[in-house]
């Protein structure tokens, strides 16, 4: 099930943050860090049926790191088990175009750098 207020735009740059945001204040993981914990990997797919367990990220995967640019691609919509109260907005799930390759990541881990257009 897809919500209809996301907060990023199709085509919006975004940068990524991963310092201190691995886990959200509930101590769910949000990205899979390298051994350094400089680089992040993220996943072409979150499981939003079955977040947060032990198996939610799935099928290829990039290497990112802390600032690098990305495009929004889309909005995926939120794991079923968080509320649709927009506090929980660091849960949405947002479809990134990373290094030629579309992953998922959470919107806790993208800070907004400009806005899509409207056309």
């Not at 649709?84 to 175009?97: A, M």
Request: proline letters at 4%; one cysteine or more.
């Amino acid at each position: 099930m897809r919500d209809s207020h996301p907060i990023f735009q199709e085509g919006q740059i975004v940068k990524i943050s991963i310092k201190g945001l691995s886990y959200t204040s509930e101590g769910f993981a949000t990205v899979s860090h390298d051994a350094a914990r400089k680089r992040m990997r993220v996943y072409q797919f979150i499981d939003l049926v079955t977040y947060p367990s032990c198996k939610d990220f799935h099928g290829e995967t990039s290497t990112v790191e802390e600032g690098q640019l990305a495009v929004v691609m889309g909005y995926v919509g939120r794991p079923n088990q968080v509320k649709r109260d927009p506090v929980w907005f660091k849960y949405d799930v947002y479809d990134v175009l990373i290094n030629g390759n579309v992953r998922q990541m959470f919107r806790q881990n993208l800070i907004p750098v400009l806005t899509g257009s409207s056309a």
